[in-house]
């Protein structure tokens, strides 16, 4: 019969093998994690523009030749660092003037452009997060999708789902030269703004509601003066001509 400290030592060596095992393993496997998270988001931007591809092969061909990568800040003002450079969870805790703002921007047909803002906030249970498009004005939203960690399954988590990410296309976010968002709101309540800026929020998920409404205020008003910029150089353009 074994002796308590042999089966002890035995445990012990035991336990730093399969330590080692699981490290080198998780090691391994990094790179193929670190593939599938970034073809995930590069997934996920293609599909605010309303592009639903499940190939890799077509994902990567697409955003490849399609998408443009650029970083900004506040002040409208291009930076060096790469999107991929950037960690949204900590970008919505810092202050506003030090943010760092990923932007893609996607050429479509007719060399149109529709400018993809990444969005990340707080639901009920946990984060949500999600992507936006714009039109070429600005102003008008091309598509959102949106997803989430926890919500409550057939109650927030319906912001995960098509029906409620449609509702988005064609909404303003701004009102004449002032930004005012798109508003998810409660139909039981009167919202101030006008249909073309609000959109139904989800029955029975209020909080996941409120959340979406001020990730969505909150990631996209930073963008604005990049936005100001761009819109002012194009008029001085259509000018010269």
């Not at 093998?17 to 990094?30: D, N, P, Q, S």
Request: proline fraction near 4%; aromatic fraction near 10%.
């Amino acid at each position: 019969m074994h002796s308590n400290q042999y089966t002890l030592i035995y445990a012990a060596v035991l336990s730093v093998i399969t330590a080692i095992v699981l490290a080198v393993a998780a090691e391994g496997l990094k790179p193929l994690q670190d593939e599938n998270i970034a073809l995930d988001t590069r997934s996920n931007i293609l599909k605010a523009v309303r592009l639903d591809y499940t190939d890799r092969d077509k994902i990567n061909e697409t955003y490849d030749t399609k998408i443009q990568e650029m970083v900004v800040n506040v002040a409208g003002e291009v930076q060096e660092e790469k999107p991929v450079q950037i960690d949204l969870k900590n970008q919505v805790n810092i202050d506003p003037a030090e943010r760092k703002l990923p932007l893609y921007i996607y050429t479509g047909e007719g060399d149109k452009k529709y400018y993809v803002i990444p969005l990340r906030g707080t639901g009920l249970w946990g984060p949500i997060w999600g992507y936006i498009s714009l039109e070429e004005d600005f102003n008008t939203v091309y598509g959102a999708i949106f997803d989430h960690k926890s919500e409550t399954p057939g109650l927030g988590a319906e912001i995960a789902e098509y029906p409620f990410q449609k509702q988005f296309q064609g909404k303003k976010i701004m009102e004449g030269d002032k930004f005012v968002s798109v508003n998810v709101w409660k139909t039981t309540y009167k919202s101030p703004l006008g249909q073309e800026h609000r959109v139904d929020g989800i029955s029975g998920g209020t909080i996941t509601s409120n959340g979406t409404d001020d990730m969505l205020e909150n990631c996209i008003a930073p963008y604005v003066s990049y936005f100001d910029k761009i819109n002012t150089k194009n008029q001085k353009q259509v000018a010269v001509k």
